[in-house]
């Protein structure tokens, strides 16, 4: 997402203590995780479960694009357009499965 600025939000490990339903809104309406500190260190990140099924849906993902390119520059023979078509609304499905649970 080149031309995006995020705003990282960043609040003290406290605040999950002490405010657990403000810091789980935060992560639902922003869609973005939350960076805990611990003494002024970074220490945990929360989000919510959509967003983490959705950035772990888009990391298999890759993994699997990852593959696909280095086979191809090993020299392995590709997949027809039939094929890839097919791979693709399977994943999208995928995606979009992961996301109805």
């Known amino acids: 997402m080149s031309g995006v600025i995020r705003i ?3 609040k003290p490990s406290a605040a999950i203590r002490n ?5 789980s809104e935060l992560c639902k309406k922003s869609g973005e995780p ?12 929360v989000m919510d479960i959509e967003t983490f099924t959705r950035r772990e849906s888009m990391l ?3 993994e699997k694009l990852v593959i696909a ?6 020299g392995k ?13 399977d994943a999208v499905q995928e995606v979009i499965d992961e996301q109805r649970r």
Do not use: A
């Open 34 to 45: 939350v960076y805990l500190t611990k003494n002024g260190k970074g220490d945990l990140v």
């Open 19 to 23: 405010n657990y339903n403000m810091i």
């Open 60 to 62: 298999r993902l890759r």
């Open 69 to 74: 390119e280095e086979s191809r520059l090993n």
């Open 77 to 89: 023979n590709g997949y027809s357009i039939d094929k890839v078509s097919q791979m693709m609304k």
């Open 8 to 10: 990282m939000n960043i």
